[in-house]
């Protein structure tokens, strides 16, 4: 099969491949299933729904964001999109591909080279990457002009190479450009019809508008979203289980990939923070290389990635099995905090007046536990330097250009995530020192109020603590201790 695969691309035109490729398929099998390098409803049955573009999201909604966005575009004025680069591990070795959030979100395309230009006369035109052999050869096929006519639903496509040629004159008839200045790229920045723009200063940050889109989510949206939570609730809840046996940092990190992985997850949204002991007061922790320590509570900031959009929580436990006084006098007052939080999220409330109300809240629990001595905002940061949350969606910290300050409405999914981080020279009662705990929840803002997304894991003491012991007891004694032995 290789021998003969090799003596037609050798002996064909690269114009004659595509067409030779698919008669030779065409000859193996009664039904051609036409590779675009991302899953379809023909390639993936069981993934899409026929008239999806991407799992969960249809072909319809994708033409409606496209809509709405050319409706708060000015008139006049033009859209560029560009895909995410490659990004390199070594000259050869590349990083796993994830697509830019706005450009997955109006083409629904989930592969690298491609440029989208949005605008009221030319509707989506998109710029695909053309197939070469040697790429289809060592790393398959990739989504072209057909596939953007075809599958992405554009008003109109062209190879690449005529973007130079086309994208000009349409710039020259534009007095506004919004463009994606996360992907920018030369292949469309050194047209002098672009650096004309940027001259007459008539070039902006797309952002502003796909942001305030992306911002409210869709039923479609919400759906993959409460899924991509509940995947996460079941890995972390996983590891907590095994945490008491398995007390590696390192070795919590990989259960909860690969349950997550198990589960559909994609990848996951971020590097797993395991902060076990002191390192719990490290607030994004990445090295999960330690053991923890027993008796020490051990911090997981997790989230999973499900078909473009991501989930986001966190959770403080003692494998040991039970807190220590000082531990729960802590985590008391960090999860009465966030169910506070949580009552408050409601439509026209703001993630900055909850932030401002868990300061207060946690200022005066730190006071009356000794932690601070005055009220001073600078002794307060250096326990908690963080905000209370925020939005959630196909990034981790989604919609930047949208302001805390932004009443918030239904269909917005925020974090909430009071913590405090203690670092182990800190001034206080030496009990509290090196301890790090946080807890983060997924809230999604309704007409009536709010739905807590991560609601099935366990966050109360008494509820972590029956957990973790009886499933210990479940495994038995002996089994435990021959697991510790090993792993000691």
Known sequence: M???????TNSISRSQFRTKIV????????????????????SHPKL??????????SSDEYIERRKKLLDLLPEKSLAIIAAAPVKMMTDVVPYTFRQDADYLYITGCQQPGGVAVLGHDIGLCMFMPEVKLYDVTWQGQIAGVEAALDTFKADKAYPMRKLREILPDMLRG?????HNTQTATSTYTELEAFQK?????????????THQLRWIKSPAELKLMKEAASIACQALLLTMLHSKTYPFEGMLAAKVEYECRMRGAQRMGFNPVVGGGPNA???HYSRNDQKIKQGDLVLMDVGCELHGYVSDLTRTWPPCG??????????????????RCVELCKPGASIREIHNYSVDMLQKGFKEIGLLKNGGSSSYHKLNPTSIGHYLGMDIHDCSMVSFDAPLKPGVVITIEPGVYIPSSYNCPERYRGIGIRIEDEVLITETGYEVLTASIPKEVKQIESLLNNFCNGMGVENQNNMRATFS
């Open 281 to 283: 007061s490290v607030i």
């Open 2 to 8: 290789h021998c003969v695969l090799r003596k037609l």
């Open 48 to 57: 899409l729904k026929d008239g999806e573009i991407t799992p969960g999201i």
């Open 322 to 339: 039970s807190f220590s006084s000082s531990q729960e006098e802590l985590y008391e007052l960090i999860l009465e905090t966030n169910k």
């Open 197 to 209: 723009l940027v001259y007459c200063n008539n070039v902006r940050d797309l952002s502003v508008y």
């Open 23 to 42: 008669g030779f398929r065409s000859y193996c099998s009664n039904k051609v299933v036409v590779d675009i390098g991302q899953p379809t409803p023909a």
């Open 174 to 178: 534009s007095s506004k450009l919004f």
